[in-house]
Nanobody, 120 residues
Framework: QVQLVESGGGLVQAGGSLRLSCAASGRTFSTYTMGWFRQAPGKEREFVMA????????YYADSVKGRFTISRDNAKNTVYLQMNSLKTEDTAVYYC?????????????WGQGTQVTVSS
């Protein structure tokens, strides 16, 4: 069982930056692929970025390419999402998720989400 808690969301102006953190419980964190997803009002949840347990593979949505980066610190059981050059369309609730093995569409564990609001 893995429990995930996101933090770092907030209100930022377009062009600004935010860093989200996701703290995980459990001693097997380092074996999980970690992903970030988001859901905007009235829209389906969508994939943002993911990083494998060793950090050797990173996956991303085209909409965040060149603006967002993902990283993890297995010693701290934490994964980060650095978001730069934010746009109003990045406004959403951001969720951290975990799964064993490589990145796939289905994730087994989810955090409660953190709100990111980008103003124009």
């Amino acid at each position: 069982q893995v429990q995930l808690v996101e933090s770092g969301g907030g209100l930022v102006q377009a062009g600004g930056s935010l860093r989200l953190s996701c703290a995980a419980s459990g001693r097997t964190f380092s074996t999980y692929t970690m992903g970030w997803f988001r859901q905007a009002p009235g829209k389906e949840r969508e994939f943002v970025m993911a990083i494998t347990w060793s950090g050797d593979r990173i996956y991303y949505a085209d909409s965040v390419k060149g603006r967002f980066t993902i990283s993890r610190d297995n010693a701290k059981n934490t994964v980060y999402l650095q978001m730069n050059s934010l746009k109003t369309e990045d406004t959403a609730v951001y969720y951290c998720a975990a799964r064993r093995g490589d990145h796939r569409p289905e994730y087994n564990y989810w955090g409660q989400g953190t709100q990111v609001t980008v103003s124009s």
